[in-house]
């Protein structure tokens, strides 16, 4: 049986080949996150605008397996934007999806734009 995890692979913006809409940025909180599906994917997406940026990662929370990331809080660590599980506060950047307490767990981060008002992550397929 594959990982759930295993769906899951961060994408740089040079590795992107679909570029799919989510909504409209009035659609997403602000600094804040809300989920989106693409395919079977859970996709957190966060409008964070006391750094004026949009981020986008795995929903699924790598240590309990749940799909919460989307809930979790948003902030700042040493210049780094994270996003705090809701449920066990493992901290996570949202540039590089690296684990900020340098334990072994990773998540899934995508490129996201902004054209004419309309939010859109980046994936490979």
Same mark, same amino acid.
């Given at each position: 049986?594959? %990982?759930?995890?295993? +769906? ?5 913006? +040079?590795?992107? &080949?679909? $570029? ?16 989106? *599906?693409?395919?079977?994917? +859970?996709?957190?997406?966060? %409008?964070?605008?006391? &750094? !004026?940026? $949009?981020? !986008?990662? +795995?929903?699924?929370?790598?240590? *309990? ?6 809930? =979790?809080?948003? =902030?700042? &660590?040493?210049?780094? !934007? ?6 066990? *506060? ?8 690296? %684990?900020?307490? =340098?334990?072994?767990?990773?998540? !899934?981060?995508?490129?996201? &734009? ?10 490979? %397929?």
């Amino acid at each position: 049986m594959e %990982n759930i995890l295993d +769906q899951y692979k961060t994408v740089t913006e +040079q590795n992107v &080949k679909v $570029w799919f809409q989510v909504g409209t940025t009035s659609d997403f909180p602000e600094n804040s996150g809300a989920c989106i *599906k693409y395919k079977t994917k +859970q996709i957190a997406v966060y %409008n964070f605008t006391r &750094k !004026a940026k $949009w981020y !986008a990662c +795995q929903n699924l929370c790598p240590h *309990k397996m749940e799909m919460v990331l989307s809930l =979790g809080m948003i =902030g700042d &660590k040493e210049g780094v !934007a994270k996003v705090a599980c809701p449920m066990h *506060k493992k901290n996570f950047s949202l540039e590089d999806g690296s %684990n900020l307490a =340098g334990e072994d767990l990773k998540i !899934a981060v995508y490129p996201v &734009k902004i054209e004419n008002e309309n939010v859109y992550i980046g994936f490979e %397929n």
